[in-house]
């Protein structure tokens, strides 16, 4: 299975993740403005709300190359809203800090700071896929799931619903990032991604 890399990915990817023992994520593609590579979704007292890396624009196209840009306030804008949304979820403060101590080491490359996060929610879920970089670009490939993530584009699994903060103003939001699922439901997350979430769906399409 193959997968593009993604910043705070979506809860489907990460149901794929954890159903699939090998993944490899695509290291040999050009840089793609409008996806989930440099920008997340979470649920605010307002509603969804897309938070986005900034990148640098220094004739660099490789993804592995694309580099984070440090120089404007972004982050602690990233942090507020994440703060904001999720400091009444139930398990929020037992991630907070260490999710924040890695975004704050500044990691140079998005390719880098993605595979962080990736690692980190992998952990603390409790899963362990082998995530293997591609070495060539191939256009279309078996279990290729490189495009099917699209903040444009509603995912077509099937989603079941979890918990939510804001579950009686809005009813339940799907396509939220991954932290969405573990701050509102802690270890329980495995449980869900592994039980007949968007996962079988997904898989079978």
């Known amino acids: 299975m193959i997968l593009s890399t993604a910043w705070f990915p979506p809860v489907d990817y990460f149901a794929l993740l954890?159903?699939?023992?090998?993944?490899?994520?695509?290291?040999?593609?050009?840089?793609?403005?409008?996806?989930?590579?440099?920008?997340?979704?979470i649920l605010t007292a307002n509603g969804p709300m897309d938070l986005r890396v900034p990148v640098l624009h220094d004739g660099a196209r490789l993804i592995?190359?694309?580099?984070?840009?440090?120089?404007?306030?972004?982050?602690?804008?990233?942090?507020?809203?994440?703060d904001s949304a999720y400091f009444s979820s139930p398990f929020f403060i037992y991630y907070r800090d260490e999710l924040f101590g890695l975004l704050e080491s500044k990691p140079e490359t998005l390719?880098?700071?993605n595979l962080s996060i990736i690692d980190f929610f992998c952990s603390k879920i409790g899963i362990a896929p082998k995530i293997l970089p591609t070495a060539d670009f191939v256009p279309v490939l078996r279990d290729d799931y490189r495009e099917?993530?699209?903040p444009k584009r509603p995912c077509e699994c099937a989603v079941r619903?979890?918990?939510?903060?804001?579950?009686?103003?809005?009813?339940?939001?799907?396509?939220?990032s991954v932290m969405d699922l573990l701050f509102n439901e802690g270890p329980e997350s495995l449980g869900y991604l592994?039980?007949?979430?968007?996962?079988?769906?997904?898989?079978?399409?």
């Open 18 to 41: 954890a159903n699939n023992p090998v993944v490899y994520l695509e290291a040999c593609e050009s840089y793609r403005k409008q996806t989930w590579r440099n920008r997340c979704r």
């Open 64 to 82: 592995t190359q694309i580099r984070v840009d440090w120089s404007t306030p972004w982050l602690r804008q990233a942090e507020y809203a994440i």
């Open 111 to 113: 390719w880098g700071m």
């Open 148 to 150: 099917y993530f699209n």
């Open 161 to 176: 619903p979890y918990w939510q903060v804001f579950k009686e103003r809005f009813g339940f939001v799907p396509g939220l």
């Open 194 to 205: 592994k039980g007949g979430s968007a996962s079988s769906s997904c898989a079978g399409r």
